[in-house]
């Protein structure tokens, strides 16, 4: 295992398998278990796969250390670096928090945000 997903599943762990920006569990290693267990399509389980997200991005010389990384799902982590310029992690948060609660985002509610 390399460093990066070393940091990725420490982050996970600690952020109880939530994801940093929408707060939706997330899984490493099956699929289809996770996608069983709550209720939901394997295409849809798979936007909630754990990857390690760059707080500051390796572009803008972000680097692979701890205080860099958390863990977030594959879709708010492709989202965030869409767009031209890569909102704050808090603003992003905010953000994916708010149009999750008007069902705007991913469509997948398994937990309530806090």
């Known amino acids: 295992m390399c460093k990066l997903q070393k940091i990725r599943n420490r982050k996970a762990v600690s952020q109880g398998w939530a994801c940093y920006y929408c707060e939706q569990p997330m899984w490493k290693d099956n699929l289809a278990t996770f996608a069983a267990e709550n209720g939901i399509t394997l295409r849809q389980a798979r936007l909630l796969q754990t990857t390690a997200e760059h707080l500051t991005p390796r572009a803008d010389g972000g680097c692979d250390r701890d205080k860099n990384i958390v ?6 982590n492709i989202q965030r670096h869409k767009g031209r310029a890569v909102l704050s992690p808090h603003a992003y948060g905010l953000k994916v928090r708010r149009q999750l609660r008007s069902g705007r985002w991913h469509k997948l509610r398994l937990r309530k945000l806090s």
């Open 71 to 76: 863990a977030a799902c594959a879709y708010c």
